[in-house]
């Protein structure tokens, strides 16, 4: 079993700056495939960003040069680095992970996943 707790969301103006974190824990892999996700009000559950088993980095358009994903093995820890926040960010923004060799846009619901931070940004 994997335990995953993201921390760091908040409220912020348009043009700020988050850093979430996502720590793990039990069985835990360096290598596993990171994602997050996130959930816009009244909306469905989409990919941000994340890091395969392999390294690459994946990033859905919307969020290209403003998100940066990272991870600390050491820490078991994996962030997300938000820059330039607009309204349309406001979510809940979800950590998954499995030790599958799959990319992180693939990461489903049968995968490990934590409960969720807010992440609100007014106008």
């Known amino acids: 079993q994997v335990q995953l707790v993201e921390s760091g969301g908040g409220l912020v103006q348009a043009g700020g700056s988050l850093r979430l974190s996502c720590a793990a824990s039990?069985?835990?892999?360096?290598?596993?495939?990171m994602g997050w996700f996130r959930q816009p009000p009244g909306r469905e559950r989409e990919f941000v960003e994340g890091i395969s088993w392999s390294g690459r980095i994946y990033y859905a358009d919307s969020v290209k040069g403003r998100f940066t994903v990272s991870r600390d093995n050491a820490k078991n820890t994996v962030y997300l680095q938000m820059n330039s926040l607009k309204p349309e960010d406001t979510a809940v923004y979800y950590c998954?992970?499995?030790?599958?060799?799959?990319?992180?846009?693939?990461?489903?619901?049968?995968?490990?996943w934590g409960q969720g931070t807010q992440v609100t940004v007014s106008s």
């Open positions: 998954a992970t499995t030790s599958k060799g799959i990319p992180p846009t693939y990461l489903g619901d049968n995968d490990y």
């Open positions: 039990g069985r835990t892999f360096s290598s596993n495939t």
